[in-house]
Every structure is written in structure tokens, then in C-alpha cells.
């Protein structure tokens, strides 16, 4: 499995009530570490084309250590499928799960056109799992619009 960890401590400009980080700041987070592995992948630049199934668990708050691992899950012929996962807690301490959802980057070539990209194909019961898992929040998402 392909797989991107970032590690970094949680900072806000602009904390919420209660000193929270605010969702969107969370969900940059969760883009930069999808383009990561993504563009590992794809050897080159990668745009977000779908993001769903987004569940926040938790808050994050400001001196928290944070842990983003996005997943290569599946490839089609230009995009790539991927599972992202935050977690968040003190430094040291146990990491809890704050947010888990499903995305598809595309791979771009230098005018800004899809691209192929190299096959994945999970070998792993894991990974086979998990392909089916993201498959279908990406399915169940595009049959809710």
C-alpha cells in the first residue's frame, strides 16, 4: 500500500469558542496530505476532484500533535482513489481519531490535462478492503447528487 504520514503540531490564527481549530483549517490538512500521496503516485501534480464522506469525530485544539495518513486505496486511468485519516493528542499520549473520508485526485500534465497514471492494485485482504470501502463512499456519494 502507498501510503503519506504528516506529522506537525495544530496552530490557529483564528481559534473558534473553546479554542478549537477551526473544520476548514482540518480539511487543508486533509488536501495537503491527499496531494501528497497522490502526486507520489503520479509522479507529478494531482488536483482534488472529490471529497465526501467527510466525518469530524472530535475537535482539534491549538499545541495538539496531529497525524494526517492519506492511503492510495485504487487508481482508474487518471485518478486515484484515497482514504485520509486525521488524528489528534498531547504530544506522547495516545492519538484519537478526528476525521476519516474518501477522495479522488486526478493527475494533471504540464497544460493542465488529466494524465494517466500507473496502475495500483491492492494485493493485500487489507488493501482489497479498503479499495472496496472507498469505492463505494465514492459510489454512495455521486448516487446522493
Known amino acids: 500500500m502507498h501510503t503519506i504520514t504528516l506529522r506537525f503540531l ?3 490564527h483564528s481559534p473558534r469558542a473553546g479554542g478549537r ?3 476548514g483549517k482540518v480539511l487543508d490538512w486533509v488536501d495537503e496530505a491527499g496531494a501528497a500521496c497522490a502526486g507520489a503516485w503520479a509522479h507529478g501534480d494531482c488536483v482534488v476532484a ?7 469525530l472530535r475537535p482539534v485544539h491549538p499545541g495538539e500533535l496531529v497525524e494526517v495518513r492519506a492511503h492510495l ?3 482508474g486511468e487518471t485518478s486515484m482513489g484515497l482514504a485520509i485519516e486525521v488524528y489528534t493528542g498531547a504530544v506522547g ?3 484519537h481519531a478526528v476525521l476519516h473520508c474518501a477522495a479522488v485526485y486526478v493527475a494533471l500534465d ?3 490535462a488529466p494524465r494517466a497514471v500507473d496502475r495500483f492494485s491492492p494485493e493485500t485482504p487489507g488493501d482489497m478492503a479498503l479499495a472496496q470501502r472507498v469505492q463505494a ?4 456519494a455521486q448516487a446522493a447528487q
Do not use: C, M, R, Y
Open 10 to 12: 495544530a496552530h490557529s
Open 21 to 23: 481549530v477551526p473544520g
Open 50 to 56: 472529490f471529497l465526501g464522506n467527510v466525518h469530524f
Open 73 to 75: 486505496a485504487f487508481t
Open 93 to 95: 499520549a495516545e492519538l
Open 110 to 112: 504540464p497544460d493542465g
Open 137 to 140: 463512499q465514492i459510489a454512495a
